[in-house]
């Protein structure tokens, strides 16, 4: 059982940055796959980007190529998100995922365990 806690969002200007964080409960945190996704109001949950187990693997959706990045501190059972060139469009409710094994994993279906969310709005 994995439990998940988001902190990090707020409100910024476009072109600002944010740094997500994700911290984690249980013993193996190593050994889940973890992702971000987000939900604007009125649209589905879309994937952002997602890391392996180890970190060593990262995928990332076209809209925020080049603009987010995740990592993983395994030691401190936490996963980041860093937003820079934030954009009005990026406006959501953004949410932390794991699910065991080793590769990386870009549908919401694919995962067991989530966050409650953590708002980040853009204003332009």
């Known amino acids: 059982q994995v439990q998940l806690v988001e902190s990090g969002g707020g409100l910024v200007q476009a072109g600002g940055s944010l740094r997500l964080s994700c911290a984690a409960s249980?013993?193996?945190?190593?050994?889940?796959?973890m992702g971000w996704f987000r939900q604007a109001p009125g649209k589905e949950r879309e994937f952002v980007a997602t890391i392996t187990w180890r970190g060593g693997r990262t995928f990332y959706a076209d809209s925020v190529k080049g603009r987010f990045t995740i990592s993983r501190d395994n030691a401190k059972n936490t996963v980041y998100l860093q937003m820079n060139s934030l954009k009005p469009e990026d406006t959501a409710v953004y949410y932390c995922?794991?699910?065991?094994?080793?590769?990386?994993?870009?549908?919401?279906?694919?995962?067991?365990?989530w966050g409650q969310g953590t708002q980040v709005t853009v204003a332009s």
């Open positions: 249980g013993r193996t945190f190593s050994s889940y796959a």
């Open positions: 995922a794991a699910r065991g094994g080793t590769y990386y994993y870009t549908v919401p279906k694919d995962y067991n365990y």
